[in-house]
């Protein structure tokens, strides 16, 4: 792995790297967590809340349930979760509105949602190959909605590229995540079942105790007859959830500690 | 010679005014082709031509106006808008009829435009300039909801439209609009004109019929209610419909309010045929100034 060729974006290393887009995925997974996964009705973002500094006045914040650095909002019928640089999110956040809206002044239709994402993904991969810019240091979740597809959860990389995903974690511990989202999730979850699971998972990889201050939670609803929209849990709604999530946590330790004495009390 | 009368109209529906070079020219005029030739086209060149012309001999073929020659568009922005505001909010009174020269377009055109759940813009003039800006005014009244999460101020949206209006004033735009909404400073009256002119007050008309429509709001006063606010719109524009040319169809009436629990402000209270409502007035003999005295 030679450091030769990671000066440059526009640099092939001799195994066929760019060191640059590696490095760049690398700071994502400093950021705090965020999951995807499609639940009936709807697609659930959740994420980890980036730790709040004491002398953060919060009372000016637009919402106090959202932290407005992990989920967000491009249009009434898509929203991203964030993992990564803040500051390139946002560039990349007001763009994929702008390039929203010049398509419903163009066509006079919401976007549909691949149709953003590949504009998102081509910017992004313009950026490791054109003009010696660094690359974006964001990872985004798409959560969407459109006639075409229905329901749809994407997830873009730094290098550019996107799939289409039922259920997804990126950011801190992402790989732990993603294996507990592969043994977990299932098809036509409720998205109570679905913000249960994410919340376990977020507590699992942060090593501790799900709690309000550390999740929120966003879903993108679809409903027959109403137009998609993008419903942000308040605190109370995370509270039942982060309540239930111990709770069942807790349980399912007693029962572990029971088990265990059992075992050993037969031996 | 049913080519020539199609000819004629096109011309006609260019340039509503009078057009300068109407007459046929014969080509077999050497002075004309010569002044219709660019000043670097030598003596020869022009023989060639005139000699090519023997087979153009008896056609007769008519002049296409040359660019400078083209008149000023007069376009008298053919409609009726008006809007008012009154104790709790604004009526807006629209018809709906669209016309090209003297050709009635259409009859169900629809002129009035939302902005949201919070403002209404009208439409007056080129129906074309405003669909195309007014929806780019939309466009620039979401941007500003998604990126500083609060509703727009009808200042700024009728700023916004007034900045689009002064940068392309010598485009030949022919716009005319009113915006109208509710903000944090309550029920808020604009009007934006082609040529970047915004004013904000109680009670403005615009288009053909605007002159009759602004006879019969003389009687408005911002404290009226809402109902009396409606019932003197729509009289305006019936009125202004039946003696101006260029507005008919149908008289609309939209309504901004305070917001309600969604945040929605307008609302589109009725659509009457003027006809119907001529008719009507006249039965119940509410047509005018004469009600007081019966």
């Known amino acids: ?267 | 010679k049913a080519t020539v009368s199609v000819l004629y109209c096109v011309q006609s529906l260019a340039s509503p005014m009078t057009c300068v070079n109407d007459t046929m020219h014969d080509l077999r005029d050497v002075n004309f082709v010569k002044a219709m030739l660019p000043a670097s086209k030598q003596q020869s060149e022009i023989d060639e031509l005139m000699a090519a012309d023997k087979t153009l001999k008896n056609v007769k073929l008519p002049v296409c106006p040359r660019p400078s020659a083209i008149p000023k568009l007069n376009l008298e922005k053919g409609t009726t808008t008006l809007g008012i505001v009154v104790k709790d909010g604004i009526v807006l009174c629209v018809d709906s009829r669209a016309s090209t020269g003297e050709f009635i377009a259409s009859r169900t055109t629809q002129k009035v435009l939302p902005m949201g759940k919070t403002i209404l813009g009208t439409m007056a003039g080129g129906a074309a300039d405003c669909q195309y800006w007014e929806r780019v005014l939309g466009v620039e009244c979401r941007l500003w909801e998604l990126r500083n999460k609060t509703t727009i101020t009808v200042a700024a949206a009728s700023k916004i439209l007034a900045g689009i209006s002064y940068s392309r004033r010598n485009s030949g735009l022919c716009m005319g609009t009113l915006v109208a909404g509710w903000d944090e400073f309550g029920p808020q009256l604009y009007t934006v004109d082609d040529q970047g002119t915004r004013l904000k007050g109680d009670k403005f008309s615009q288009g053909s019929g605007s002159v009759y429509a602004l006879g019969i709001l003389e009687e408005h006063r911002t404290d009226m209610s809402i109902e009396e606010g409606i019932d003197l719109g729509r009289r305006a524009v019936m009125h202004a419909t039946h003696r101006d040319a260029y507005s008919g169809g149908y008289v609309q009436v939209y309504v901004v309010r305070a917001p309600d629990e969604n945040g929605h402000c307008w609302e589109r209270v009725s659509r009457d045929d003027v006809q119907d409502l001529y008719k009507k007035a006249h039965e119940d003999g509410t047509a005018g100034c004469f009600k007081d005295l019966f």
């Open chain 1, 1 to 267: 792995m030679s450091r030769r060729y990671d000066g440059r974006t526009t640099m092939f290393s001799p195994e066929g790297r760019l060191f640059q887009v590696e490095y760049a995925t690398a700071s994502i997974g400093k950021s705090p967590l965020a999951i995807g996964m499609a639940v009936k009705g709807g697609i659930l973002l959740a994420a980890e809340r980036p730790t709040q500094h004491a002398l953060l006045d919060k009372e000016h914040e637009y919402e106090t349930n959202i932290s407005r650095e992990k989920i967000i909002m491009i249009n009434d019928h898509l929203a991203v979760a964030v993992a990564g640089l803040t500051s390139d999110a946002n560039t990349l956040v007001d763009f994929a509105r702008m390039h929203s809206l010049r398509h419903t002044l163009a066509y006079s239709e919401p976007i549909p949602v691949e149709s953003l994402v590949n504009e998102i993904a081509d910017v992004k991969q313009g950026y490791t190959q054109v003009g010696s810019l660094r690359p974006f240091g964001v990872s985004f979740l798409y959560a969407g909605y459109d006639p075409i597809h229905g329901l749809q959860l994407y997830h873009s990389e730094p290098c550019g590229r996107y799939n289409a995903w039922k259920a997804y974690a990126i950011g801190n511990h992402a790989d732990n995540a993603q294996n507990m989202l592969k043994a977990e999730w299932k098809e036509n979850m409720t998205p109570h079942e679905g913000m249960l699971l994410a919340a376990k998972i977020l507590a699992k990889c942060d090593d501790s105790h799900a709690s309000v201050e550390k999740i929120e939670f966003a879903l993108m609803g679809k409903t027959r007859g109403s137009p998609p929209h993008l419903h942000i849990h308040k605190e109370e709604e995370v509270k039942v959830v982060v309540d239930e999530a111990n709770k069942i946590r807790e349980d399912e330790e007693k029962q572990k500690e029971k088990e265990k004495k059992e075992k050993l009390g037969g031996n």
